[in-house]
Structure formats: structure tokens, C-alpha cells
T-cell receptor, first 108, second 110 residues
Framework: SQQGEEDPQALSIQEGENATMNCSYK?????LQWYRQNSGRGLVHLILIRSNEREKHSGRLRVTLDTSKKSSSLLITASRAADTASYFC????????FGQGTELSVKP | ETGVTQSPTHLIKTRGQQVTLRCSSQSGHNTVSWYQQALGQGPQFIFQ???????GRGNFPPRFSGLQFPNYSSELNVNALELDDSALYLCASRGGNEQFFGPGTRLTVL
């Protein structure tokens, strides 16, 4: 069964806009990770945020974590057409448990 | 490229058959996990192997089994295939907190 829920399920934006994806989860975690998947291929690790961290940045990515609300968000700034992919959050409590994913479409 | 390889890339089987999928983990990684990803869904954890022993299992029946070898490569075996086993099967090797995923094997059961 899936650990969390991601919101929205699908997101369509124009190049240059920001994209925000949200993730909620149910149990306690060691860390939360975000992954990207292009069209049925393998998952690419984007960023990991530990349970004692509140915010983390990596390039155009910004991740926040609120353990009191059991939620996380991924912000992609200045989006590009190449960012078109599915994005998954995964909680790590010893094994990775993934959400359903957000399908992001960035139009040129 | 993550350094994790999987074979075969695609596979077609019929109901009732058995299948073996293979994974070579990234050098030095002694933990391998397998995931099943149905179309339009997130990956679901099948099981994890650490130094040749299974040390975690998701909600999958016993007909899903695995092996890890001394070189840390791994196999996923599925017996008595069902139509719902059609999915992308992903393996991942763990280095610290980060998991590195292979490209997956697309299994179609007819």
C-alpha cells in the first residue's frame, strides 16, 4: 500500500513558471526523498531531507518538510520543458514507501 | 547513469509461467531492494536483501521470492504469473540513505 498522497495528481504549466508539488504521509520517518521518473523509466534521486530538517535547496529545487503535519513540498523554480516527468515523494523508515506521484507537464 | 543495471529490458510471459529478473547493483552497495510499479502508480516495495539475507518484505505473496549473491547482484523470481503481475520491476541499491535505481524490467503477462 502507498504511504502517502501527492497533490496534485497532474500539473500543467508554461516554461518559466514555478511548479509546486505536495506530499503527505502517515507514519514517522527517518527522511523523505523526492524522485523523478521519465516516461516509465528508472527513478532518479533528486533530493533527500532528513526528519530534523525543515528546508533544503538543490539548484532549482526547494524542498520543505513539516513533520508536525506529516507533509512535504517540492518547488521547481523557472521550469523548463525538460522538467516534464513524474515526480514521487518517498518516505524512508527503513524501506522506501512511495506516493502515487505528480505528473508534471511543462509546455514550451 | 546510476551504475545499477537490470536484465532483461522487456519480457512477455503467459499466465502460470515463472520469470526471473536480474539486477547488478552499484559497486560496493550491499543492500538491494525490489519494487513493482503498475501503470500510473508509484513503486511498491517488494523486499530488500542485505548481505544475501532478506531483511524486509512488503505486502507481496510468497510466489515473489528473491536471491542476493556474494557479489551483491540479485534476482527476483515470480512463480505462477498472474495478469496483475504486469508491471515495471525496479531494483535499487542503497548507498547510505540514498537509493540508486536501475532502468527497470517491463514485464507483460498475457
Amino acid at each position: 500500500s502507498q504511504q502517502g498522497e501527492e497533490d496534485p495528481q497532474a500539473l500543467s504549466i508554461q516554461e518559466g513558471e514555478n511548479a509546486t508539488m505536495n506530499c503527505s504521509y502517515k507514519t514517522s520517518i527517518n527522511n523523505l526523498q523526492w524522485y523523478r521518473q521519465n516516461s516509465g523509466r528508472g527513478l532518479v534521486h533528486l533530493i533527500l531531507i532528513r526528519s530534523n530538517e525543515r528546508e533544503k535547496h538543490s539548484g532549482r529545487l526547494r524542498v520543505t518538510l513539516d513533520t508536525s503535519k506529516k507533509s512535504s513540498s517540492l518547488l521547481i523554480t523557472a521550469s523548463r520543458a525538460a522538467d516534464t516527468a513524474s515526480y514521487f515523494c518517498a518516505t524512508d523508515g527503513g524501506k522506501l514507501i512511495f506516493g502515487q506521484g505528480t505528473e508534471l507537464s511543462v509546455k514550451p | 547513469e546510476t551504475g545499477v543495471t537490470q536484465s532483461p529490458t522487456h519480457l512477455i510471459k503467459t499466465r502460470g509461467q515463472q520469470v526471473t529478473l536480474r539486477c547488478s547493483s552499484q559497486s560496493g552497495h550491499n543492500t538491494v531492494s525490489w519494487y513493482q510499479q503498475a501503470l500510473g502508480q508509484g513503486p511498491q516495495f517488494i523486499f530488500q536483501y542485505y548481505r544475501e539475507e532478506e531483511n524486509g518484505r512488503g505486502n507481496f505473496p510468497p510466489r515473489f521470492s528473491g536471491l542476493q549473491f556474494p557479489n551483491y547482484s540479485s534476482e527476483l523470481n515470480v512463480n505462477a504469473l498472474e495478469l496483475d503481475d504486469s508491471a515495471l520491476y525496479l531494483c535499487a541499491s542503497r548507498g547510505g540513505n540514498e537509493q540508486f535505481f536501475g532502468p527497470g524490467t517491463r514485464l507483460t503477462v498475457l
